[in-house]
């Protein structure tokens, strides 16, 4: 699984072959930098939406938990924040792994093989 604020890709990761199973853009607002008054409860909006984002991802990682093993591809930010949404099972049962760029490319460098040699 490879995720940030946007973007979400699962994949099947089997010897020297990805599969991409699932792919979910999510709805929170990228960030801004122009002040004003509103600026405060545009941020508010925007935690709220990645609290969202970050719950669904945790459902996700259950659905696809079954007896596999779970590496997630994301930034560090990212890391610490959805652990906050995960229970101590799946804390256990995944491994956090690299920063990966969060693109269509995200799962084939997680397993650290070339997306075109397959």
């Known amino acids: 699984m490879c995720f940030d604020a946007n973007d979400l890709y699962i994949g099947e990761f ?7 199973l699932y792919y979910d853009h999510s709805s929170v607002f990228r960030k801004h930098d122009a002040g004003g008054q509103s600026q405060r409860r545009f941020e508010r909006g925007r935690e709220e939406s990645l609290k969202h984002w970050f719950k669904d991802i945790v459902d996700l990682i259950n659905q696809y938990q079954n007896n596999r093993n779970i590496y997630l ?17 799946i804390i256990g049962s995944i491994e956090i792994e690299k920063s990966v760029s969060i693109d ?3 799962l084939w460098e997680l397993a650290g093989i070339s997306r075109y040699s397959q």
């Open 104 to 106: 269509d490319n995200c």
């Open 14 to 20: 089997n010897g020297k072959t990805v599969r991409e």
């Open 73 to 89: 591809g994301c930034n560090n930010i990212y890391k610490n924040k959805i652990k906050k949404y995960m229970n101590k099972q």
